[in-house]
């Protein structure tokens, strides 16, 4: 039986690894087929505290990989596919096939961006496509960009681009956008984010880095070019938390609920990072509540 294992990589589960493994709590990582998390589809890196040039989102991870293996923690490459909290110690079993149990679980399997599925998109990504204006946006000064969306999350980022990028298009498949009140008349009264209404972005153009959108107008078909730097996709993110549903609570949006200490709903289960963060999503507050579900599964242990 383990004290410790740890659902998901990226900055949320590599840190829980480096804070328990340090405690001797010799921890198990279950990373998923996509290890490392949402850092591994970015290029640079320049809010994270201590890498004052910036770094690779990779990286990053990579480095924050070694530094747990350092301290003895054992990963698995390897995806989780049930999970039992009805009792301890708690269950994990994987898609390998492989049945392990544990004194305490912690949770960090994000949150994944929800895309518009076309190829070019992907070809782009890191090269001008992004899903996070707060991470990207300072590349784009005095530049032209574009953000797909029309909620409270798509105006969000349209108006922190602004104080960047020298004019913000907002492309959206309706004629009204989805965001509140008060979303809607700031992002509509700032003189930079000019709206695109009934319209779809169905192909990224360029050649190394985003040079234009292509545009095609749902209602009239019309199909025109939009010249922009950055393309900034804002419809959403999905919480990486099925295997969860009916063993923790979750909000409405599937989001693990804690109490504020990285605690969820099971004593002896813990959530850090993207799956239970659906303010903030950055490197640094990932690693954060990272670091509070070590400590607050090591208390629990100790207890």
């Not at 049945?99 to 895309?115: D, H, K, L, Q, R």
């Not at 797909?148 to 999350?153: I, N, P, R």
């Not at 009264?189 to 107008?217: A, C, M, Q, Y």
Request: aromatic share 8%.
């Amino acid at each position: 039986m383990r004290k410790v294992i740890i659902i998901g990589s990226g900055c949320a589960g590599y840190t829980a690894a480096i804070y328990t493994s340090r405690a001797n709590l010799s921890p198990l990582l279950i990373s998923g087929l996509e290890t490392g998390g949402q850092l591994m589809l970015t290029s640079d890196v320049e809010n994270y505290p201590g890498f004052p040039e910036g770094i690779l989102g990779p990286e990053l991870m990579d480095k924050m990989r070694a530094q747990a293996e350092k301290f003895g923690t054992e990963i698995w490459t390897d995806i989780v596919e049930k999970v039992d909290f009805s009792q301890r110690p708690f269950t994990i079993v994987t898609a390998n096939g492989q049945t392990e149990t544990a004194e305490t679980v912690i949770i960090s399997t994000g949150a994944t961006a929800m895309w518009l599925g076309i190829a070019s998109e992907k070809k782009f990504m890191g090269k001008g496509v992004s899903a996070c204006a707060v991470c990207d946006a300072a590349f784009y000064k005095g530049m032209e960009v574009c953000v797909v969306g029309g909620g409270d999350t798509a105006m969000e980022e349209s108006l922190f681009l602004t104080k960047f990028a020298s004019k913000v298009t907002v492309i959206h498949r309706r004629n009204e956008l989805r965001a509140s009140k008060i979303m809607q008349e700031r992002a509509i009264k700032n003189p930079k984010i000019h709206f695109v209404w009934d319209s779809v972005v169905d192909e990224v153009l360029g050649n190394e880095t985003v040079g234009s959108v292509r545009v095609k107008n749902l209602k009239s078909g019309a199909v025109s070019e939009i010249s922009c730097k950055g393309l900034f996709i804002a419809i959403g993110h999905q919480p990486n938390t099925k295997v969860f549903q009916g063993q923790i609570q979750l909000d409405p949006k599937g989001y693990i609920v804690t109490d504020g200490r990285a605690r969820a709903s099971v004593p002896g289960v813990f959530a850090c990072g993207d799956v239970m963060d659906v303010l903030y999503r950055q490197a640094v507050t990932a690693a954060g509540t990272g670091c509070m579900s070590a400590l607050e599964a090591e208390r629990f242990l100790d207890h």
